[in-house]
């Protein structure tokens, strides 16, 4: 499937790239097909931030990481009803990301943990939720990441 995006041009996404959100993702209730596409830096790793491309509105594509790169000890409570959906979940299947903010002060940049992001990356469904935890909608990152930048020598 070719899909022309706003922020990479065309692209071809295999059929088995394509995550299913039967519920649309929050504020996006018609969005319910994504892909997710990773930078990759010079050496070839992968950058912290990587895209939720909607694959319904090729203009919309959310900035995702994983919240672990930036909270260690992130392990937001679920109820298994709002997971259901999801089909049979394990720890080496389930994704969790989270959605960032990247606003014009980069030095503002936020994580959004009170919504994570969970896919069944085997049967390719995913879910938007919010956690039950008092966990933030705006969790500044900037700081956390330049640490990390620092430690690895970047």
């Known amino acids: 499937m070719k899909v022309n995006t706003r922020l990479f041009g065309e692209i071809e996404i295999e059929k088995d790239k394509i995550i299913c959100f039967e519920n649309g993702i929050i504020g996006f209730p018609d969005c319910k ?7 990759e830096t010079e ?8 895209w939720l491309q909607s694959l319904d509105e090729p203009s919309f594509a959310l900035p995702v990481m994983d919240p672990l790169l930036v909270k260690e000890d992130y392990n937001p409570q679920v109820e298994y009803e709002l997971l259901k959906s999801l089909g049979n979940l394990t720890e080496e299947n389930t994704y969790v990301l989270v959605t960032v903010t990247v606003p014009t002060d980069v030095k503002k940049i936020s994580v959004n943990l009170r919504a994570p992001i969970v896919i069944n990356v ?7 939720l919010i956690v039950e935890d008092s966990f933030p909608v705006k969790y500044m990152v900037y700081d956390i990441l330049q640490s990390k930048k620092a430690k690895a020598g970047e």
């Open 33 to 39: 097909q994504f892909t997710l596409i990773f930078d």
């Open 43 to 50: 050496d070839g790793e992968r950058k912290n931030i990587s």
């Open 122 to 128: 085997d049967e390719l469904k995913g879910e938007q």
